[in-house]
């Protein structure tokens, strides 16, 4: 299996079996959908989107070659840590191989980005960036990482680094791990009750007593509200 | 192809299931009337696993929650469609701009709104006497005050009694309490001399009653509510009017393309394309309500001419798709470096804003007429699509290195995270005759309806006022102590006011009027022209206020609807 395959049943998950059938589904306009292309898991999509999704699983753009290659690139923007996995073990080589898909703006700077990419590593060391050790890789990201300092010549490369190094953090904090990385504590039913009273004492603001004696008591939400005629709360 | 003739004939045919058409099908279909609701798009239910947006994580999706050209503002935001629509284009004269967001869906707009939910205030509808400019609203807040309460009891709203004189309180739930970074902008507001009141947001704090739930802080009502505890047309309105046992019957994917009228220019019904078959209907009707949006409905009336009505239904002015407006917008943002390095927390709270400054210089001259309220935005969010990008562009500020790759990246990326926080004025134009839109001579969308042409232009007011609004927003972002991001948009820019139609506020296409000369709708928001058709969305609106206007389509519904009634009831429609 390789990575495409990979990639597609990760996305096809385990409703496979389940979604062969799309006999209702509106047509497509790609005639030739993979047979092995069914719908992703359900996240809320309408029949339009559905059938876009459906058309973007099926299409191939960047080959297996760049895919490796952009597997390098992005361990290397995101190397794991002692806690967390790299960007790949994120998951962002699959986030990417889509994205280029679904925003066909970045096919070109993304392709010829990487082509860039291996002329400029072929002029220095006579062999494609990703066979480079990874000591002449990180000379050669240091070259282009960092906005300002580029030689001119390098400028290209220097725009493609940049474009790398925002998918790939955004690919990574959109990712399970990415998001227990960053610590993040929602997307959860709760109750909100204000700001924890040790965050407060760190801060140079406060509650007013009075704009909090207004606010929800959150022990009687369930409660139906009733009002006065004037518009005073009874419950 | 032949037009397919409904076997019935429905008491009322209601065009559109937003705020207005949810309010007209519940107090209609309550009053025992047979009614036909007909939306341009799908069914949709938040309670629904199909439907659902809500409490989804963003690698749910494989584009990680972006926004795309089926959903302008984003994957989970529940509004379907948005700046375009596939297959159904708008155009713009040239050197003029107008932005039309548009939904095409059960409920429609009102599934993924910001839920903010002021009154029109008694200043509001006759702002022609303060500044002599626009004109005055053949009702006043008197008039409105009685629905306005009852919508509050309906639908549930939190907010706090201020006793603002042109801020109406009403029947208000308990709000929330700030967030860390809405204190920062209470106390650099109240510094600056400027007020700072709990917002008004229509979500329940407390149940109001056995049908819907109470909120449960997820912060995501653009993602339209599995628990209904936010108004959506659909779940507050539609839904109800259907399980309280009224005669109400749905026609989704139903675009409508005319107003059918008989030989004396009564309204007989609508014509629709069923987007399913491609097929033209025809639904025949007692009375026709309008509530399609203003731009839509008069697309709708426009498009709708006959030998009676030859420049289109409810026309005899002239005056449809005239005095279009939208709130005026600009913003500016503050990077706060006391919000480094925060303590993570649960802070997703209500959807929107938990604080916010309605307009406090009334009394004060100006350079420019009427006002705006500020929004405040910022706090510990979910990720999603774009969060990540320029993960150290602050080191700018901080000192410290730009780009880069490797571990630091993750460090640079938590540092950052919840210490930006913005402002937003959201405010009122003055409406024009010559910003309008009109029939495109030139182009129909996929089901051969003429579209629509925008001509709108903001006049120096609303620049005038975009720039009080950057001086304030300078004022008060410098008080919170941190340091301005962006450089200040100048008289260049127009001082970073958003381009017509983007705030997504568009009124007034429609308006009402006593002298039938000079409006399109009298003071029930029936046309003067045909007295069986109404319009219940925003087109009637005089003039917007700085109110975000889905409260008072719903009170003006309620109050339209039940004229209606009555008028039904006296025989005289």
Known sequence: MDRRDSLKSLLVGSVAGGMLVTGCAPETKTPHVAPEIQDLPGYGRNEKEKAHDREVLAEEFLTEYELETIAVLVDLILPANAEFGSASDAGVVDFIEFIVKDMPNNQLPIRGGLAWLDIHSNKLHNKVFKDLSVEEQKAICDSIAFPGKTAPELIHGEKFFTRMRNLTMTGYFTSEMGIKDLGYKGNTPGVWDGIPEDVLAEHDVDYDPEWIAKCVDQSKRMDIAEWDEDGNLLT | MQIIESAKTFDVAIVGSGAGGGMATKILSEAGFDVAVLEAGPHFDPQKEEDRNQLRWPWESPRRGASSNRRSFGDFDAAYGGWNIEGEPYTTEPGTRFAWFRSRMLGGRTNHWGRISLRFGPLDFKRKSVDGLGDNWPIGYEDVKPYYDKVDKLIGVFGTKENIPNEPDGFFLPPPKPRLHELYYVKAARKSGIPVIPSRLSILTKRINNQRGSCFYCGQCNRACSAYADFSAGTCLIFPAQRGGGKVQLFTNAMVREVTTDKNGKATGVNYINKEDRKEYHLKAKVVVMAASACSTARILLNSKSSVHQDGLGNSSGLVGRYLHDSTGASRSVFIPQLMDRKIYNEDGTGGMHVYTPWWLNDKKLDFPRGYHIEVWGGMGMPSYGFGFNPNDLNKVTGGT??????????????????????????????????????????????????????????????????????????????????????????????????????????????MGNDKRDSVTNKYNQLHDCENVFVMDAGPFVSQADKNPTWTILALAWRASDYLVEQVKQRNI
């Open chain 2, 402 to 511: 730009i780009g880069g790759y490797g571990d630091s990246l993750r460090q640079d990326v938590k540092k950052y995270y919840g210490a930006v926080m913005g402002i937003s004025g959201r405010g009122e134009s003055v409406p024009q005759r010559d910003n309008f839109c009109e029939i495109d001579n030139n182009t129909v969308d996929e089901w051969g309806i003429p579209v629509l042409k925008f001509n709108y232009k903001w006049t120096e007011h609303e620049v005038r006022q975009a720039k009080h609004m950057q001086d304030t927003f300078e004022q008060v972002l410098e008080a919170t102590g941190g340091i301005l991001l962006g450089d200040k948009p100048g008289a260049d820019r127009d001082y970073g006011l958003t381009a017509p139609g983007e705030i997504i506020h568009e009124v007034g296409t429609t308006r």
